[in-house]
């Protein structure tokens, strides 16, 4: 279940929006059997009437296939009859500070809530901060950068017009080349029983300077960016713009340039032109935890998925003892997924500032309110 409030009234939903980002979230070459076996479709239980939000909380359902495969061992009464514990710890998972944090002796009680299938649940809300951000004319797009040590062309990062090419990508990969050295290293990677993991990048087109805010921490929007998308399961390292190999360059191959007149390739809702412009965007849109009217644009790393197919070494979480680690199903390389839950996860901050910024209870007079504001800060 997944409950999303603040959603202005007049917004478009319809569940087959919804499911087109589920589906996106199951597919890319390396995913494991679990993607046979669940097949996403969103039920919208409230808030949405006649296809548009009505200005309540929007709730909605996704039915996990694979419970009955699990209904007894993680029954909610009984005493567990018959149902041995699993008391190896797999490392790089939540197992072991799970069971030693909640006094658990059964790793299922851990791993379950633990699992990254809680991450359909941030799609389906991300589908519904994108139809929001479409609204006011944000367009975002994630695809991923690099898997392993192969990386897509320079020209590919930081630009959504070819980001965006990644849709026809197995791999969300917009470039062939990069594409199919992947495809044989993963295999490859699968024959040796371990995993695969990698670098997504998210660019947000058409947000006008402004969101976020300097006077305080917790409103800066870099900041929230990355607090969302450390919070995706296995993401190790964020960065925003050029990040961390801005630290090795000097100041003036770093700050981006402003100089006058608007530039016409980046218009807001549809039609307005900043006065200003930028030949560079080292900073990814964000200056001073505000956005600055360049595209947004935010990476993650993804590490290889901890669980193998030829086990870890670990220790028994009962005795303390040598063992193996256990193997649930598992993918051999989730990058590109990660792709699309990133997405969504920018999207909801974004959409949350937008709120925060110009907000109201019905889409129209968010869009007057943000309308005004594009007329003042343009000059018009």
Not at 350 to 355: I, K, R, S
Request: with cysteine; charged share 25%.
């Amino acid at each position: 279940m997944t409950v999303v409030e603040g959603v202005p009234a007049g917004v478009p939903l319809l569940a087959e929006g919804i499911n087109r980002e589920l589906a996106r979230r199951q597919v890319g070459y390396g995913r494991g059997d679990r993607m046979l076996i669940e097949k996403d479709e969103v039920e919208i239980l409230s808030g949405v009437r006649f296809g548009h939000a009505l200005g309540g909380p929007v709730a909605m359902l996704l039915r996990n296939r694979d419970w009955p495969n699990w209904r007894e061992k993680m029954a909610r009464d009984g005493e567990g009859e018959g149902i041995e514990p699993l008391n190896t710890a797999r490392p790089g998972h939540a197992d072991l500070g799970g069971i030693l944090k909640y006094g658990h002796r059964d790793v299922r009680s851990v791993l379950e809530r633990a699992s990254a299938r809680e991450t359909a649940a941030r799609v389906m809300a991300g589908a519904v901060a994108k139809a929001i951000l479409s609204e006011l004319g944000v367009t975002v797009v994630g695809h991923v950068l690099a898997i392993g040590s192969f990386r897509v062309a320079a020209g590919v990062e930081g630009n959504p017009a070819e980001a965006a090419r990644a849709e026809n990508s197995p791999l969300r990969m917009a470039d062939p080349v990069a594409e199919r050295n992947v495809i044989r290293w993963i295999d490859e990677v699968r024959e040796a029983g371990t995993t695969a993991g990698g670098i997504v990048e998210v660019i947000a087109k058409g947000v006008p300077p402004g969101l976020g805010s300097f006077v305080s921490w917790d409103r800066r929007l870099d900041g929230r960016l990355g607090h969302a998308l450390m919070s995706i399961p296995a993401i190790k390292g964020v960065e925003v713009g050029g990040g961390m190999s801005l630290s090795s360059l000097p100041g003036y191959e770093v700050h981006d340039e402003v100089f006058p007149g608007g530039d016409p390739g980046n218009p807001l809702l549809g039609t307005h032109l900043l006065p200003f412009r930028r030949e560079t965007n080292r900073a990814g849109g964000l200056e001073g935890g505000m956005t600055n009217g360049e595209p947004v644009v935010v990476r993650a790393a993804m590490k290889p998925i901890p669980t193998q197919s030829r086990p870890l070494r670990t220790v028994t979480v009962d005795r303390w003892e040598p063992a193996t680690a256990h193997r649930e199903r598992s993918d051999v390389c989730a990058v590109p997924a990660a792709s699309v839950v990133a997405e969504a996860m920018v999207a909801i901050v974004l959409a949350d500032a937008f709120l925060e910024n110009f907000g109201g209870d019905a889409l129209r007079d968010i869009l007057y309110n943000y309308s005004h504001y594009l007329r003042r800060i343009c000059g018009e």
